[in-house]
């Protein structure tokens, strides 16, 4: 079998939106929650509303970000078909970056990452989120430099995201240094 590695479907060229907090974001991302637990039932090992959307008072693109933890996100077997059928569809398959797997709506509205319960990266999105939330400074820095990239022209929202970089692994060491936590 040949699977795709990557962005699957290609490059897409999308206009970035960055809009002031929408106080209807946690419900839109309950509202796929209860269908991701609905399809997964015991293959779900938790499920968290993750990126701008889920942090109160911080602009973002209106796209819901949903971390999946699965037992093993290579196999996409035991859960894939499952999220298929319940309307998400495989945009990126990273075997090489935390055996990551991100699925969206046909809407592009919400994306759903899915990983391995020792993922890095999934504690590093809490981390991320929980900081925000709480350091009122930090959240202003990450909203200003988001309202300053999003009008330019990007081949796609990966070079968005890689451009916010930066700031995004300040922010990441500064809410580890502060919590104790290993860098």
């Given amino acids: 079998m040949n699977l795709t590695i990557g962005l699957i479907g290609g490059v897409e060229k999308r206009e970035i939106k960055v809009l002031d907090?929408?106080?209807r974001w946690p419900e839109k991302y309950e509202q796929?929650?209860?269908?991701?637990?609905?399809?997964?039932?015991?293959r779900l090992l938790r499920i968290e509303h993750v990126g701008s959307t889920s942090v109160p008072g911080l602009a973002a693109k209106p796209i819901i970000d949903i971390d999946v933890i699965v037992v093993d996100?290579?196999?996409?077997?035991?859960?894939?078909?499952?999220?298929?059928?319940?309307?998400?569809?495989?945009r990126v398959r990273e075997p090489d970056w935390h055996e990551h797997r991100m699925m969206?709506?046909?809407?592009?509205?919400?994306?759903?990452?899915?990983?391995?319960?020792?993922?890095p990266e999934f504690k590093r999105h809490?981390?991320?989120?929980?900081?925000?939330?709480r350091n009122e400074e930090d959240?202003?820095?990450?909203?200003?430099?988001?309202?300053?990239?999003?009008?330019?022209?990007?081949?796609?929202m990966n070079a968005y995201a890689r451009a916010k970089t930066?700031?995004?692994e300040r922010i990441i060491a500064t809410a580890l240094r502060e919590m104790g936590a290993p860098q």
């Fill in 126 to 133: 809490l981390v991320f989120r929980d900081w925000l939330r």
């Fill in 73 to 90: 996100s290579s196999d996409e077997a035991t859960y894939l078909p499952a999220l298929e059928k319940a309307g998400y569809v495989l």
């Fill in 166 to 168: 930066e700031v995004v």
């Fill in 32 to 42: 796929h929650a209860q269908r991701i637990k609905a399809a997964l039932k015991e």
């Fill in 104 to 119: 969206r709506t046909p809407e592009l509205d919400v994306h759903v990452h899915i990983f391995s319960p020792d993922s």
């Fill in 21 to 23: 907090y929408d106080p």
């Fill in 139 to 156: 959240r202003r820095l990450y909203d200003t430099t988001k309202r300053q990239l999003a009008p330019r022209q990007w081949e796609d």
